[in-house]
């Protein structure tokens, strides 16, 4: 009899309790296959340490393969679920499509940015949900401080020394608190003209700082921003974004070179192809999380409306500390039934409180319902982090420790490009990477449909961009003329993670619930390549003056190929190639050569090698043939005095 064969989609906060949990109960008497876009887990709440050079980027990744035992990794993103033939099509990282059959599913492809209708803010904002998005946030504000230092002008100097993050929720209070602190070290190792200091504003719709969080959270981190000149401004947001700054809704003009976009998330769209009920875009599941009428299967985190039976008739919101513990739920009636596990149980869930991580020794914490402020709620914070961290709890523990007595390396790393990490992709995890030409390293990949590009796909850098970490390729090189990548749009969509906070209180909930624009339109990237399309915004070019755009790549064998270049080792200097040469001896006379010429060839100029050493400038040879004889006779040359015998 063969085993049964479970797939899990998705491998964030839930996808990746569910299959650990699975792991450990099936004991090797299930298959269980994980289809992710990466290899690795994402722990999200110390993404912003990341962006703030606290972190190394790997630490707060865990290997997939070397944590979960027993678990095949199929690295890809989920197309389309056919729940009739129980089967997922999903496309891999080089393009190819495959299909994966199941006896068990558990979708937890978790949530992708959620965008609002506000001009020019697809076009020059940034998100903040993947390593891609942190490493270019680091770079780009780094760089800003380094060009505002040597700025001659006032107020170019001052745009690029203002920093605007819309979204005061979990997410976007710790990016500002993170990158404050990191701006003003740069400040002082660059300093500004005029003692100018970096400016940050953060902005919300909201009444106050961390809207769904408790009131005295709000008031630490509010109290706590202000103190390091954080400008927070409740009740504004962004009207319109341009590639000069942004319009705020009060009507104030603020030029700026930085947007960070952290208003919410909204669920994947690969649940709308289900073809289930959906509750505002998640897919609707009992108790048990499993789908009414689809008992095989089952949904957990971001993208699945969960029932909060401590709160009748409403849902879970969309949290990391829900997606954990649903992933584990889901994983126990998984395997309950196989006939594997334990009895299937109902989700339920007792709030364990959040923490705030605001930089240095500050943090705002309830753990337990308990208020914490100040350096003791840093310690929580911290200490939480290291105990809810599957893997490498030690390197992160050596890099806070190096962090609190060494100094910051403030340099630009140039890993990761403005056009490669869009706002509007919905797999943030994945860079976007030019598409290779056929026929040289492998065919151009495309994206399958509703799917945004991943590594090695047919996508190109060509994005429409404004400034220098505002969405597109950066100011500095834009004012010295460097041209910005032009825009060319599609459908996209996610492969799957769970949100901006941590498991188990941690993570605290972003402002999903805002109205806004179902789902980004996917670009593609990039110059055109040998066999791929022309992007629909124009040329495109890289970001850095020194660092051109990867232009065609032209085929020897390409019928508009130019001729070669001569070689200057095989053809003579100064020389063109001449005709044949042959040469006939006069009798009697060995050192004489008579030369006979095709008759189409003019007469060739002298030959160093042939001619008397002592005779260095020959004159040209006159010919002897008659004018009228088509085929020019054999030349005799005239020796010098004292030559003969030569």
């Known amino acids: 009899m063969s085993r049964p064969h479970v797939v899990i989609v998705g491998a964030g906060f839930a996808g990746y309790r569910a299959a650990r949990t699975l792991a450990r109960l099936t004991r090797d008497r299930a298959d269980i296959t994980l289809l992710n876009p990466t290899d690795y887990f994402l722990y999200l709440p110390l993404l ?47 393009g190819g499509t495959g299909t994966l059959g199941y006896d068990r599913l558990v979708l937890s492809v978790g949530s992708v940015n959620k965008l609002l209708p506000v001009p020019g803010v697809a076009e020059h904002a940034h998100g903040f949900r993947g390593l891609p998005e942190a490493l270019y946030l680091r770079d780009h504000v780094t760089r800003q401080v380094e060009l505002a230092a040597a700025e001659e002008d006032a107020k170019n100097c001052a745009a690029r020394c203002t920093f605007v993050v819309v979204g005061a929720g979990y997410t976007g209070t710790e990016v500002a608190a993170q990158m ?42 509010d109290r706590v921003l202000r103190a390091r000149g954080v400008d927070v401004r409740t009740g504004t947001s962004v009207k319109e974004a341009t590639r000069d700054g942004v319009l705020l809704t009060d009507g104030e003009f603020v030029p700026t070179r930085t947007l960070v976009w952290c208003v919410g998330v909204r669920p994947d769209p690969l649940v709308e192809t289900v073809g289930q009920p959906l509750e505002r875009g998640r897919l609707i599941v009992d108790p ?13 985190g971001d993208a699945a409306a969960v029932p909060d039976l401590e709160r009748p008739g409403s849902f879970t919101p969309m949290t990391a500390q829900h997606a954990w513990r649903q992933g584990r739920v889901a994983g126990e009636n998984v395997a309950a039934s196989l006939g594997l596990g334990r009895r299937h149980r109902p989700y339920r869930h007792h709030d364990l409180g959040f923490a705030v991580d605001l930089g240095g020794v500050q943090a705002a914490a309830n753990p337990f319902g308990i208020p914490l402020s100040g350096p003791a709620a840093g310690a929580v914070t911290r200490g939480y982090h290291l105990a809810a961290l599957p893997a490498g709890r030690v390197r992160v523990a050596a890099d806070w420790l190096l962090d609190a007595v060494l100094p910051r390396q403030g340099v630009q790393l140039g890993l990761v490009r403005s056009w490669s990490v869009p706002l509007d992709t919905a797999t943030p995890e994945l860079a976007r990477v030019p598409a290779e030409p056929p026929g040289l390293d492998g065919p151009a990949q495309a994206n399958g449909p509703g799917r945004s590009g991943g590594p090695d796909r047919a996508e190109v850098p060509g994005r429409s961009s404004g400034p220098e970490g505002v969405g597109g390729s950066d100011r500095a090189e834009e004012q010295e003329g460097v ?48 066999g791929g399309p022309e992007p629909a915004g124009g040329p495109a070019a890289t970001e850095r003056g020194d660092h051109p755009a990867p232009g065609p790549v032209r085929r020897a064998d390409a019928p508009d190929q130019p001729p070669p270049v001569p070689n200057r080792h095989t053809d003579p200097p100064d020389h063109p190639a001449p005709g044949p040469v042959r040469r006939t001896d006069v009798p009697g006379h060995p050192a004489r050569v008579r030369r006979t010429d095709p008759p189409d060839h003019p007469a060739p100029g002298p030959n160093r090698h042939t001619d008397p050493r002592d005779h260095p400038a020959p004159g040209p040879v006159r010919r002897t043939d008659p004018p009228d004889h088509p085929a020019p006779g054999p030349v ?8 003969a015998g030569r």
């Not at 393969?65 to 496309?91: I, N």
């Not at 749009?489 to 179902?518: N, Y």
């Open 483 to 530: 041209g910005r990548p032009g825009q060319a749009e599609g459908p996209g969509r996610s492969g799957g993670r769970d949100r901006t906070g941590g498991p188990e209180g941690v993570g605290g909930p972003e402002r999903a619930e805002q109205p806004g624009r179902s789902g980004g339109p996917q670009r593609a990237q990039g110059p055109a390549r040998a």
């Open 636 to 643: 005799k040359r005239a020796d010098p005095p004292g030559s």
């Open 288 to 300: 048990h999380l499993r789908v009414p009428g689809r008992p095989e299967v089952s949904g957990c």
């Open 180 to 221: 404050q602190l990191l701006t003003d070290r740069l400040a002082r190792m660059n300093p500004l003209p005029g003692g100018t200091r970096p400016r940050w504003l953060l902005l919300d719709v909201a009444e106050r700082v961390l809207p769904e969080l408790d009131r005295r959270l709000s008031r630490t981190a």
């Open 48 to 94: 912003p340490q990341v962006a703030a050079g606290i972190l190394e980027a790997r630490r707060v990744t865990v290997s997939l393969p070397g944590t979960l035992r027993g678990v095949r990794l199929v690295l890809g993103e989920a197309d389309r679920v056919d729940l009739d033939t129980r089967t997922v099509h999903y496309t891999g990282p080089e």
